[in-house]
C-alpha cells in the first residue's frame, strides 16, 4: 500500500517567493496533519484536519502560512511570501479515526 | 499543558549492548503514547505505540516499551542493539487516538562496532 506521499521533496526557494507544499494521505484516512521540523524547535504540529475540516491551526505561525485539504485525497500548505526562518522540514501525516499517525518522507525547503 | 521531556540528546552504545531510552511526559487525561524512529533524510516510522491494557507493549525491530502510570514514564529497550538502529528517536504522547501529538526533541543513537 502507498504510503503518504508528499511533493516536492525538496523545494529551493527565494525570500518573498510563494511555496506550495502538497500532500497525498493514506486512502481511507479520514485525519490529517502538517508538521514543521527545525533543529531549534523541534517537531512541530502545525494544523490537523478531520473529515477536511480543519480542527485546529493554533500551531500555524502566521498568516503567511495557510492550509487547504479540498478534498479526502489531498492537502497544501502554503507559505506567501516566504521568509529565510520558514527553511525546516515539512512532514505531513495522517492517520484513520485519530489512530495512529502514519507520515511522509517529508519536504526540506530551503528560502534563500 | 502536554509536554514531553527525552533527557538524553546523545546515546552511545557498542553493537549488541542493550539500549534503554528514557522518555517522561506530562499529560492531564490518559495519555497515548508513541515512540517513533527517524533516519537521516527519511519520515518518522512508528516503532511501537500504547493506549491501554499491557503496560509493556512490544513494537517492531525487536524494540519494546514500559508504560509505567507512577513515573510518568514511557522508555524504550531494545535487548541488542544492531548497527542499522543508529537513527533519532523520538517519543510522543496525544490525547484520544493520539491526535495533537507532542514530540520530545529527540534522542540520536549511536551505535559504534
Known amino acids: 500500500d502507498a504510503g503518504v506521499i508528499q511533493s516536492p521533496r525538496h523545494e529551493v526557494t527565494e525570500m518573498g517567493q510563494e511555496v506550495t507544499l502538497r500532500c497525498k494521505p493514506i486512502?481511507?484516512?479520514?485525519?490529517l496533519f502538517w508538521y514543521r521540523q527545525t533543529m531549534m524547535r523541534g517537531l512541530e504540529l502545525l494544523i490537523y484536519?478531520?473529515?477536511?475540516?480543519?480542527?485546529?491551526d493554533s500551531g500555524m505561525p502566521e498568516d503567511r502560512f495557510s492550509a487547504k485539504m479540498p478534498n479526502a485525497s489531498f492537502s497544501t500548505l502554503k507559505i506567501q511570501p516566504s521568509e529565510p526562518r520558514d527553511s525546516a522540514v515539512y512532514f505531513c501525516?495522517?492517520?484513520?479515526?485519530?489512530?495512529?499517525?502514519?507520515f511522509g518522507p517529508g519536504t526540506r525547503l530551503t528560502v534563500l | 499543558a502536554q509536554s514531553v521531556t527525552q533527557p538524553d540528546i546523545h546515546i552511545t552504545v557498542s553493537e549488541g549492548a542493550s539500549l534503554e531510552l528514557r522518555c517522561n511526559y506530562s499529560?492531564?487525561?490518559?495519555?497515548?503514547l508513541f515512540w517513533y524512529v527517524q533516519s537521516p533524510g527519511q519520515g518518522l516510522q512508528l516503532l511501537l505505540k500504547?493506549?491501554?491494557?499491557?503496560?509493556l507493549v512490544q513494537g517492531i525491530k525487536g524494540f519494546e516499551a514500559e508504560f509505567k502510570r507512577s513515573q510518568s514514564s514511557f522508555n524504550l529497550r531494545k535487548p541488542s542493539v544492531h548497527w542499522s538502529d543508529a537513527a533519532e528517536y523520538f517519543c510522543?504522547?496525544?490525547?484520544?487516538?493520539?491526535?495533537?501529538?507532542?514530540f520530545g526533541a529527540g534522542t540520536i543513537l549511536r551505535v559504534k562496532s
Open positions: 486512502s481511507g484516512h479520514n485525519s
Open positions: 510522543a504522547v496525544g490525547g484520544r487516538g493520539g491526535n495533537k501529538l507532542v
Open positions: 484536519f478531520n473529515n477536511n475540516v480543519p480542527i485546529d
Open positions: 499529560y492531564g487525561a490518559t495519555p497515548y
Open positions: 501525516a495522517s492517520s484513520f479515526l485519530e489512530d495512529t499517525q502514519y
Open positions: 500504547y493506549f491501554s491494557g499491557d503496560t
